[in-house]
């Protein structure tokens, strides 16, 4: 995760003119409004202490932290949480096992993982979500140091490893990975991202940052290169990586990755993370073909040139003019990085211009999220933070080791921060934070979180909005033999009044798979909305009248 002061000879253009649209600039409630709520593992029921070798750490191996999935795994209606869980050095195959418990309601969850047949004790990383097979019930992929595996949903609330049959069995070190529908036929294909390679038994030699012996890497160690999939429509798999053109660049240390249409043209894109190296931009051309456009983009650095160590990504259409923007986070002694997608094919770091640059240095970021945590109509921002290095003192390298989380609330063109400790008290807990999701998870109409950390427990934050109006839509999508049943590539617009906001329906981020379901914060006095769905393969539908206050899940017509 150390970031390489290495500067790129390549020109940044600058757009100066900032598109903003009204719902951006809109605070219905006229202040900000939080309240946040962190519960006990007596309340919440999710009883795990994350592995992650041994702490403090010693080897990179021990740094990435467990990862988290919500899955609708019995089709209730409501998510429930799937945790990875590590190892030791000493014995990287018998852990404790990852996790799966059920969302009992009222933010009440159970462990059903003995029951549901899950026996993952190697060390896991990421998980992925999707209906692979198409059979109605969404399947798990998980990362791992080690073979990936692939669980397939058997619909009576057990999983079966069928990894092997699926053609998925790799034993490179796979960190975050995605599923999406890339050539529009219907079923779910899977990017891998991949990060180094690491011998338990024959750990590297220490290093020295900043004066500071610490551990080695990721430089100096080998990168691996990701792995492209393609679904095969009956149950398996194919390795395209080769002839898709995604081996058209270097091994990479991959950390994270989101796929996205980025510019419109109906066809998913692929956005990869990279530790201390520039970031990759896949741009799909169709039929299953990609040409990485990373520089070309602006996508692969930040406005200086210089490569980052991206371990986060969010996704939000900031500036309000119809793109999906980026935004990642990095390493400390740099600054987060907001890229606004001006248009489709180049992005332009704004960090500095929405108050999102400077705050950032001291910190060291992983899981980022945008979201309307406070129902104002517009998304607030929030990421969790951790340096990597035990070693770590702001004496020593201006950034401490165990850290705070961030947030954000939008106000106008930019982004304030909130140190309202009172109001969000788990803002003060200074942790080595690692992945984090955020979705509804007890259907109240706001957004909660979950938060893992390293050697910690894994916490659920309840979001204790009183005030505000909300709209969540889920998309079923119910074509005859389709894969995609959850509409994973999907972009949901509503319209009310003079005012619109976006949302996109993907999975991907930093070894996390958040929940594929568009929130939405209100006015106040709305009742009604409109939305229009444009789904993965382009067809569009209108629905007028729809009642705020609920969720809605919406099947194709």
């Known amino acids: ?43 919440s029921g999710i009883d795990l202490i994350l592995t992650s070798g041994k702490q403090p750490t010693s080897e990179i191996l021990e740094v990435n932290g467990g990862g988290l999935a919500l899955i609708d795994f019995d089709n209730d209606g409501d998510q429930d949480l799937f945790i990875t869980n590590g190892a030791t050095l000493k014995n990287p195959e018998a852990g404790p096992g990852s996790r799966l418990y059920e969302n009992l309601g009222n933010l009440k969850f159970r462990d059903v993982t003995q ?20 059979d109605g019930f969404d399947d798990i992929f998980v990362t791992c140091y080690g073979a990936n595996v692939l669980l397939r949903n058997n619909g009576d609330k057990t999983f079966t490893d069928v990894t092997s049959q699926a053609g998925l069995a790799d034993n490179r070190w796979g960190t975050s990975s995605a599923f999406s529908d890339l050539d ?40 691996q ?30 950390l994270g990755v989101i796929i996205i249409d980025f510019d419109l043209d109906g066809k998913q894109d692929i956005f990869v993370g990279n530790d201390s190296m520039i970031n990759f931009f896949f741009h799909n051309k169709g039929n299953l ?71 950032s240095r001291t910190y060291l970021g992983w899981s980022a999220g945008f979201a309307d945590f406070d129902l104002d109509g517009d998304e607030d921002l929030l990421f969790f933070n951790g340096h990597v290095y035990p070693q770590a003192t702001m004496g020593n390298m201006e950034s401490d080791y165990h850290q705070k989380p961030l947030l954000f609330e939008r106000i106008g063109r930019r982004f304030s921060r909130v140190t309202d400790f009172k109001a969000a008290p788990f803002l003060e807990e200074t942790r080595s934070h690692r992945t984090a999701l955020f979705a509804d998870l007890d259907q109240d109409g706001d957004i909660d979180i979950v938060t893992t950390q390293l050697g910690g427990p894994v916490k ?37 009044e003079d005012s619109s906001q976006l949302r996109w329906i993907y999975t991907g981020g930093y070894q996390a798979s958040n929940a594929p379901i568009a929130h939405f914060g209100l006015p106040e006095n709305l009742s009604k909305v409109s939305i229009q769905i444009t789904w993965p393969d382009g067809y569009t539908q209108l629905i007028d009248g729809l009642n705020t206050k609920s969720h809605h899940s919406i099947k194709r017509d």
């Not at 991949?194 to 004066?211: A, E, I, Q, R, T």
Request: hydrophobic letters at 35%.
């Open 1 to 43: 995760m150390r970031m390489q002061s290495i500067t790129r000879g390549f020109v940044t253009v600058v757009f100066c003119t900032l598109l903003m649209c009204s719902s951006a600039e809109t605070n219905f409630s006229g202040e900000s409004a939080f309240n946040f709520t962190t519960l006990k593992s007596s309340e």
């Open 115 to 134: 029951s549901a047949g899950i026996n993952l004790f190697r060390w896991a990383m990421g998980a992925a979500v999707g209906d692979y097979n198409g």
């Open 184 to 223: 529009n036929d219907g079923d779910l294909d899977l990017y891998v991202v991949n990060y180094l390679v690491f011998d338990v038994d024959n750990p590297p030699n220490p290093s020295n940052f900043k004066g500071v012996e610490v551990m080695a890497g990721p430089s100096g160690l080998p990168p």
């Open 225 to 254: 290169h990701d792995i492209l999939y393609e679904n095969l429509g009956n149950g398996t798999f194919a390795d395209i990586t080769q002839k898709s053109g995604c081996l058209k660049v270097p091994p990479s240390f991959g």
């Open 289 to 359: 073909q990609f040409e990485e456009k990373g520089l070309f983009s602006g996508l692969a650095a930040n406005i200086e040139g210089g490569e980052q160590a991206t371990m986060g990504i969010a996704i939000a259409d900031v500036d309000g003019n119809g793109y999906p923007d980026v935004f990642t986070t990095n390493f400390s002694s740099d600054t987060n990085t907001l890229h606004l997608n001006v248009n489709g094919s180049f992005f332009d770091d704004r960090t500095q211009q929405y108050g999102l640059a400077m705050v």
């Open 460 to 496: 659920i934050v309840r979001n204790d909005q009183t005030a505000g109006n909300w709209l969540s839509i889920q998309l079923q999508d119910k074509r005859s033999q389709t894969q995609n049943r959850r509409g994973l590539g999907s972009t949901v617009k509503i319209t009310y």
